[in-house]
Structure formats: C-alpha cells, structure tokens
C-alpha cells in the first residue's frame, strides 16, 4: 500500500530488503530476544526503504507476516497479518522468500525438491499435525534446471512387451491401459545417472508402485537387487 508521497510501486530491492528485516526480527524473536519495531522501521527509512513512510513500511511488515501465515510459517507476534493483501504482492514476497531461511520454519518450509518433501512430510506424519493446514493457494514456482537422457524407444517396447502387461517387480496386472496397451512403468536397474546402460538387459517393466519403490522405498536396494533373481535377462553392470 503506497501513501500519496509514494506513487511508485515497491522494487524487488525493497521487497527484499523488508523481508530480511522481517525475518531478523522473527529470529530475535524465536531466541528470546528483544527489539523494538518501531526502531527496526526508522533503520529502514534511513536505509534502503528510504521512499518509504512508517506506516508504509508497518504495512508491508503485515503483507509479509500474511504471506507467511497462508504458506504456514512462523511469524512475527507483533505483525498481524494484514486482511487484503493483493495477489500480485503476496506472490512477490513468495518468490523473495522462496530463496530465504524462515527461521523456525525447520521441517514444515515449502520445497521444490520433491525428494526433500516426501522426507519433510514423513516427518512431519510422524510426529503428528493437531490441525489441518491452509496450504497455499498461489505456491510459488520454482524455476530448476533438469538433465535428461535420450532414452530409445525400441528398448522400452520390448521390454514392455516382454513384461506382457504383468509387473516384473510384484506380478501384478498393469493397473490401467494407455493408448490400448496395459502400461508399466519401464525402469533402468542402474540408474542412466549412474552410467548405465539403456539397454533391455538394464530395464525391467514395473507398475507405478514398484517403480516408485526402487527410488524411495527403506528397502529400495533390497528391492533393486531382487529384481536381478526375479528377471532373467537383467544383467548386472
């Protein structure tokens, strides 16, 4: 929210220079320590939000505590969350804090890295949610960067047809059909990341549950290596 002296819209600068105040705040604060927000709000001024009136940057210290409410993250005490924050905004300081530490967020921060958020959930089924959260409802996106293999289409239709539709890992029927075909998951034993080969004597055809066993299953290597008694034609590399 801009004051009549302040017609210009917040820079990405000063969204971020707002959040690291906000969040050494939230740091003293989860360590017991004192401040005064009033004295945190003048540094501000005198700084880099130096466009900016008091109750100009209070406001935007609310947005930020809003934002953080909605994505389920600790806050400022001293913040209420402001009632109308603009879409446009909140996903700015989405985007800001995706790249920040919440201090005392711990387990429960959003992540992009699905690997990381199956394990942060485990966790957190483990120790037990009392309420049910309000998730977010404009996560932010995440930009990443992905390498991918050239993989042959031959190798996966004789695998798949060998497979005759039955997963290779359980023995079960493929769960659906697509394109008129039942469909399973073709897997590389060893992984392309791991130098292996994209052949059929590394990939067997698996149904969606065995194929997310062999990654992130406790007995994912147990498992990989059952498949190789299980499945003639694998070889070892």
Not at 135 to 154: C, E, I
Not at 193 to 216: E, M, Y
Request: aromatic share 4%.
């Amino acid at each position: 929210m801009d004051t009549p002296k302040e017609k210009s819209g917040w820079s990405d600068e000063e969204l971020e220079a707002s959040v690291d105040a906000y969040l050494n705040m939230l740091d003293r604060e989860l360590n017991g320590q004192t401040f005064r927000k009033s004295v945190e709000n003048q540094l501000l001024r005198d700084g880099p939000l130096s466009k900016r009136s008091a109750s100009s940057v209070e406001y935007r210290m609310q947005n930020i505590s809003a934002v953080l409410e909605q994505m389920d993250l600790p806050r400022i005490s001293g913040y209420m969350p402001a009632k109308n924050i603009g879409a446009g905004v909140a996903q700015r300081i989405r985007k800001v804090l995706a790249n920040k530490v919440v201090p005392g967020a711990g387990e429960s921060a959003p992540t992009a890295d699905h690997k990381t958020l199956i394990n942060r959930a485990a966790k957190l089924q483990k120790k037990g949610l009392k309420i049910a959260p309000s998730g977010n409802p404009n996560p932010q996106q995440v930009s990443t960067t992905t390498t991918s293999y050239a993989r042959d289409p031959k190798v996966r239709a004789w695998v798949a047809e060998l497979a005759k539709g039955v997963c290779e890992g359980c023995g079960q029927q493929a769960p659906f059909e697509v394109d008129g075909l039942p469909f399973l998951e073709v897997h590389h034993v060893k992984h392309l990341a791991q130098k292996g080969s994209d052949s059929i004597t590394n990939a067997v055809a698996l149904c969606p549950n065995c194929h997310r066993r062999c990654h992130l299953a406790s007995d994912k290597e147990a498992f990989t290596l059952s498949l190789y008694e299980k499945v003639g034609r694998l070889v070892a590399e």
